[in-house]
């Protein structure tokens, strides 16, 4: 019985899917959405990575079967997200860059879906500079060189990953960089507002993805590619965008001074929390980074120094770093001149007041009428703000204030002809 109850979230290694094909090693990854396994495909006698949809919290296993059943959840909402899974998989599928992963394979089984792909060896950006410090100014630059290539050709294609980190960036032991979960990623038309579920990651999301209905665009990767600098140049993760209104964000340089003066800026830019002040597409990014206007030239890719044995910061180098190659094909636009002088907006440094407990008592002692709306607007000043709505909460505060005077002149009109009436 106590055998019976006992349950596994994962598949336990030798289980075997799609009818042999795939058999589990080990898992490597549980996300919110998604459990990862490295596997080995028979036949080719490969490894590669499985992703199951296994949505966290709401689904269990039946062990014996490896059947996924439900739990807080019904059939229709589970079904809704294992075909956006799906659709998932059959967008990377369709993409064919060398520093995007590769999906191979796509099946229903157990009550749910598996995606496969090939296993990449190697460590992610993330645990690199956890293991061995911060990386070097050419090293991260060959990097973002690849991932700026391979986010600009997806954004070419009008879709967002919406979830770039270091995480999401696994390293090859030749120096390739692979982006990879693209669970997160979204079709979109520059600057429209858009239904997209707020699904981010702190530190590296801008604002525009803490609410569902904001506008979005090439901007809001940008920011987490600019947030990823930030990451592997410091080793330390930015300070989450909505709490940036109040708490000011370390520039790369104070944490590493070994960084350059353009980096910093380039840093700097993309993480605008304004969108308009940012780089708005990945080759203005580029171009920024690297302090000049790309030529194309014969220089050599040169490889990042080996990630392994820890490396303090290089000394910043005076002259422009070379030139990846996988930049060359798509990088043309220079900077724009006007670019460094753009009007920079800054966020309004403290909250509104929201008059919540005034517009309460006015409700009580006042006017009720025009104390509700007061309540009501008031109400909404603190979720915005967190929302990252400043302009909202700041119309809502001020609303609240209006309805605030006016029941407080009304009641106090009406009293005094009260007290008059019961006088005379
Ligand atoms: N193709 C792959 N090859 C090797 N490791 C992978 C691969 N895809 C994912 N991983 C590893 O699994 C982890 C989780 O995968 P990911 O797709 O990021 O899912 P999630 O973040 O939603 O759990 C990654 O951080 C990475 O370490
Ligand atoms: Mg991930």
Redo the contacts with the bound molecule.
């Keep these: 019985m106590e055998q019976n109850t006992q349950r596994f979230k994962e598949l336990q290694p030798g289980t075997t899917l799609y009818g042999g094909k795939y058999i589990v090693e080990k898992t490597?990854?549980?996300?919110?959405?998604?459990i990862?396994y490295?596997a080995m495909q028979q036949g080719l006698n490969r490894p590669v990575?499985i992703?199951e949809y296994f949505i966290s919290g709401r689904c269990v296993r039946d062990t014996a079967a490896h059947t996924l059943q439900l739990q807080g959840i019904d059939d229709a909402t589970f079904e809704k997200y294992r075909q956006a899974f799906v659709h998932e998989a059959q967008t990377i599928a369709s993409l064919h860059h060398s520093n995007i992963?590769e999906v191979i394979d796509v099946f229903n089984e157990n009550n749910t879906s598996y995606m496969v792909?090939?296993?990449?060896e190697g460590r992610?950006l993330q645990k690199i500079v956890e293991q061995n410090g911060p990386l070097s100014y050419n090293d991260a630059v060959n990097y973002m060189a690849q991932i700026t290539n391979a986010v600009g050709y997806i954004h070419d294609r009008h879709l967002l990953h919406r979830d770039i980190k270091p995480?999401?960036i696994?390293i090859t032991p030749d120096y390739k960089a692979v982006l990879?979960?693209f669970?997160s990623a979204r079709e979109f038309e520059q600057d429209k507002t858009q239904m997209h579920t707020s699904i981010l990651t702190q530190g590296y999301a801008p604002t525009e993805q803490y609410t569902r209905n904001s506008r979005k665009g090439s901007y809001t990767d940008i920011y987490a590619i600019g947030a990823t600098l930030y990451f592997i140049l410091t080793g330390q993760v930015p300070i989450e965008a909505a709490a940036r209104i109040t708490e000011p964000m370390p520039e790369p340089k104070e944490i590493n001074p070994n960084i350059p003066d353009n980096a910093n800026h380039t840093i700097l830019k993309a993480m605008q929390l304004k969108p308009a002040d940012r780089h708005q597409t990945v080759q203005e990014f580029m171009n920024d980074l690297l302090g000049s206007p790309l030529q194309p030239t014969d220089s050599k890719i040169v490889p990042p120094t080996p990630p392994t044995p820890p490396t303090p910061p290089s000394q910043p180098k005076a002259t422009t770093p070379p030139i990846p190659t996988a930049l060359k094909s798509t990088t043309t636009v220079p900077p724009t001149p006007t670019a460094k002088n753009e009007e920079r907006i800054t966020p309004p440094s403290n909250k509104p007041s929201n008059f919540l407990t005034w517009s309460i008592l006015c409700t009580i002692f006042c006017c009720p009428a025009l104390g509700i709306p007061a309540i009501v607007n008031a109400a909404q000043v603190d979720s915005r703000w967190k929302n990252g709505d400043y302009e909202g909460a700041e119309k809502a505060a001020q609303k609240a204030r209006k309805w605030f005077w006016w029941s407080v002149a009304v009641g106090l009109v009406i009293n005094t002809i009260y007290v008059i009436a019961e006088l005379s």
Aim: with cysteine; glycine share 22%.
């Design positions: 490597i990854g549980e996300g919110g959405f998604g990862t490295k990575c992703k992963v792909m090939p296993f990449i992610s995480d999401n696994m990879i979960d669970g």
